[in-house]
């Protein structure tokens, strides 16, 4: 595709429900990337998937967040147990070479969580 | 660890006017830096990275900025600001030797220039 999609661009949860959030990388991109923003905040980054390399889960704030990379395309990451804090803008990003490159990531427009 | 400092919050320039947005680092090693912008209710858009050699790099929308290693400073600029480069400015660093695998952001600059 042109860029980076992501689905869904809104979602309003009660807390205590589990989400997905899915992310289409650029074809051809190796790296994948998900971060938080939170309002007012800078992006946070969660996790990083590098071709079929085990991910980069060091950004994850808690074992209830977890994502999933089938190869070089899609991704979802997945909220458990929503909380209220979880609410943010969800970003997807995805760059051409690994993250020790200096490939520039290219973003998706994000997901907005809502945990009410 | 990596870290990224944007002193303002907010930049307030009148059209025409030149534009500094501030930006400051820290890393183990050398850096890779980034800049980029969000518009309203868009994603994150590349404006321009500093990798290694010319100290001033040049980047989309006529903005350019400056590496400059003994301030540890990335300052983007541009020399007549319009309307339309109002928005949200990130700027960003990664370890050129390693450490974490994503982008370590600055939490964004507002710049609003008035007509």
């Known amino acids: 595709g042109a860029g980076v999609s992501q689905s869904p661009s809104n979602k309003v949860t009660e807390k205590g429900k589990d989400v997905e959030l899915r992310c289409d990388p650029i074809s051809g991109h190796t790296a994948l990337y998900w971060y938080r923003q939170r309002l007012g905040q800078g992006l946070e980054f969660l996790i990083y998937?590098?071709?079929?390399?085990?991910?980069?889960k060091s950004g994850l704030p808690s074992d209830r967040f977890s994502a999933e990379r089938t190869g070089e395309s899609v991704s979802t990451l997945t909220i458990q147990r929503t909380q209220q804090e979880d609410s943010a803008v969800y970003l997807c990003?995805?760059?051409?070479?690994?993250?020790?490159?200096?490939?520039?990531?290219?973003f998706g427009p994000g997901t907005r969580l809502t945990v009410l | 660890a990596q870290s990224v400092a944007q002193p303002e919050d907010q930049v307030n320039v009148a059209e025409g006017n030149p534009l500094t947005v501030k930006c400051t680092y820290s890393v183990s090693g050398n850096p890779y830096l980034f800049w980029y912008v969000q518009y309203p209710n868009r994603g994150l858009q590349f404006l321009l990275k500093y990798i290694t050699g010319d100290n001033l790099v040049k980047g989309s929308y006529g903005f350019e900025a400056e590496f400059n290693k003994s301030q540890t400073s990335f300052h983007l600029k541009k020399p007549s600001a319009l309307v339309s480069d109002s928005a949200l400015y990130f700027c960003a660093v990664r370890d050129m030797g390693g450490g974490a695998d994503g982008l370590t952001f600055g939490k964004g600059t507002h710049l609003i220039i008035q007509p």
């Open positions: 998937f590098q071709g079929n390399s085990a991910p980069d």
């Open positions: 990003a995805s760059s051409l070479g690994p993250s020790g490159s200096s490939d520039e990531q290219f």
